[in-house]
Each structure stands twice: as structure tokens, then as C-alpha cells.
């Protein structure tokens, strides 16, 4: 069966919470989830949107959704002082990783977005990259010249077009058999699709 | 108990499928249901924001997820040919009518949507207004008085800005006990709020 399409942005708290559960919805259905980060800026450059929380009226009330959404499933959530954040580097680790240890690429992951919205720490300069890398047993070198290499960059360049062209445009995005679904608030329609084939 | 508050636009697909289930839900939990229909397009002015259908890539998506959503919950859905649509003499019509009669009014707001969104005709206009409520068995030269009452017209200018002060910002948008709830999507948060009292 076809992987569960798991598309979002390191900077996006709504992800974090997202990251909590996706797998275990897959699992329950026998379905692969393939994380693929990619960069909402170019999707913000595209539709001119901007940043949720930094949208009058919405903006104060995402941050009390998510503190809010964060306590109903029993996570720690804190937003960095530097919000949004750039993400390239993250993103540039993650598919460096993927290339040979999807597993690992997938709990680097994991562990960003926990630095990031579990703990409130910056994980948008490619030296906090790096120091969560280390911290999940890669070597801060090998990471530093992935960040720079430019075979690197332009797989992240690919998969922000690829993430476009499949009309995703914002994070979490999730695509099960081709079926688009946004938001953190869907996944309970996305465990639904699985189960039932549709509706 | 305090009522649980359903803000919503009479032009918002999004309300019509919360308009499914939010007095169920309330009565499930002992609570009224308080409808305040408002007009998104203060917001809009104050905000900056765009009606969702008209966003390049939300659009397009916002169409799939209400036809899908609708499919889910087993109603009829069309959007009408115009669309977004004035909302003004709709939320007249139901103010003027919930001063002598809560039920009447809330029972015409239903109508209202069901002709909006599970017929696709359009209720912008005055006369379509007044044809709704004349098959609920009010008279059309009240209703078209009613229209144009400036103490009708004052009330809903009232609402207006009630929502907007009390951080209104989206249809359906539901206050819980001071608790704000944003989305057809966090239904589920609110009926889990009002079982728990909160978390």
C-alpha cells in the first residue's frame, strides 16, 4: 500500500503536534508515513499569506489553540523566542539523512521539532542543527558539509516544487492515495479515510 | 449554565455543516445554544483577509474538504453560483425575528443555510431572504419592513462589533464558558470541553 504523505514545515507548531501522532495512525492501518519537510516560505512568496501567528486576530488565538491542543494530548509545548524560524537548515539535514537512514532522518526529525515546541529552543540556525544532530549521534562535520553541499540543496529545492505542485500549502499537510487533507485538526478525518477506503 | 455562543457568517459552507450539529451537541451537555450570526466582512476590513474559496491553493482545497465533509456527515451540499455572498439581509431577518422568538429565528437561520449550501440557491439578496422566511410562514411585508428598520439595522451593527470585541474572527467560531473555539474542524474540542469542563 501506498505511504501516508506527511508534508510540514520545522517552524510550524501545528507540525509538532501533528509529529506526536502520525505514525501510530499509520501503523493502525498498515501504512508507511513518509515525512516530507519542505519550506512554507516559497508556498507565503506564491499566495501571499503570511505566518498564522502573525495574523491580527488569529494570531493570538493560535497561540492559545496550540497551548490549549498541546495539553489535551499531554505534550510539553513552548514557542521559541525566534518565531517563525528559517528551516532550511533542518529540512537540508533531514533529506541528507533520508538519503540513507529514513529512520534516522525521521528521528532527527522528531527531535528538532521537540527542541523547537517542546522545549522552546531555536532550531533555525544551521549551528542548533547541528548540535541536535550531534546530540542524535551524527557527526557535527559530516552535518555542517551536508548543509552546504550543493546536491543537498537542490533535493530540498525539488521537494519544495514537488510539495507545490502537489497543491500542498500547509503544514501539517497530509495526502493519503492521493486524497489532500490540512491541518492538524483533519487527522481524525484522515484516520477515517484509512478505515473505511473512503467515503 | 452559561449558553455555548455560535458566531457564524450566513455566507460561511463551514456553518451550515456546524449548523448540523452544534445544538446536538449542546444538548448533550445541558447547554443552550445561542446563535449570533455576524458579518465575516468587518473582518475582513479590520484584518486584511480574504474570503477562503478566493485564496490561491486553500481555495481549490477548501472546495474538496467541504464536499468531502459534507459527504461524511451524510447532508447535501452545493455551493451556490454567488458565492461569497452579502449577508446583511439574512442576519437582519434573524435579529429582527430573535427578539420575540429565539426558536423562529434560529429555526430561519436553518433554512437560510440549507437553501445556501445544501441547495446552492442564493439568500444574499433581500427577496430571497424574504422567500425563505415566507416558507417558514413569516409575512414578507414584515420581513421586508424589517429589512429596513434602523433599529434592526443598529442591532446587527451592535452584533458586529460584539463579535469582533469578544475576538470573533471565523464562521463558525464557538465560545465555550470564555473558551474560544475556531473551525467546523474543533467541534470535537468543544464537545470534549464541555465534558470535561476543560483540560
Chains 1, 2 share one sequence.
Do not use: N
Amino acid at each position: 500500500m501506498e505511504p501516508i504523505d506527511f508534508y510540514f514545515d520545522f517552524s510550524s507548531p501545528y507540525a509538532y503536534l501533528a509529529a506526536q501522532g502520525i505514525d501510530e495512525i499509520g501503523a493502525r492501518h498498515g501504512r508507511e508515513v513518509r515525512w516530507r519537510p519542505y519550506l512554507m516560505g516559497a508556498v507565503f512568496k506564491r499566495t501571499g499569506a503570511r505566518p498564522l501567528v502573525d495574523q491580527d486576530m488569529k494570531g493570538p488565538y493560535a497561540r492559545h489553540d496550540l497551548a490549549r491542543s498541546a495539553r489535551r494530548l499531554g505534550v510539553p509545548f513552548r514557542l521559541p523566542d525566534d518565531f517563525p524560524f528559517m528551516s532550511v537548515a533542518a529540512c537540508r539535514a533531514f533529506y541528507w539523512l533520508t538519503e540513507d537512514d529514513a529512520a534516522a532522518a525521521k528521528a532527527l526529525a522528531k527531535a528538532l521539532l521537540d527542541k523547537a515546541f517542546g522545549q522552546g529552543e531555536a532550531v533555525g540556525p544551521p549551528a542548533a542543527v547541528q548540535a541536535v544532530a550531534a546530540e542524535q549521534g551524527h557527526d557535527p562535520e559530516q552535518v555542517a558539509a551536508a548543509l552546504a553541499d550543493p546536491a543537498v540543496k537542490e533535493r530540498l529545492r525539488a521537494e519544495v516544487d514537488a510539495a507545490i505542485a502537489a497543491g500542498v500549502f500547509g503544514s501539517p499537510f497530509f495526502v493519503v492515495d492521493g486524497e489532500p487533507f490540512w491541518g492538524h485538526d483533519r487527522m481524525d478525518h484522515v484516520e477515517q479515510w484509512l478505515a473505511r477506503g473512503g467515503w
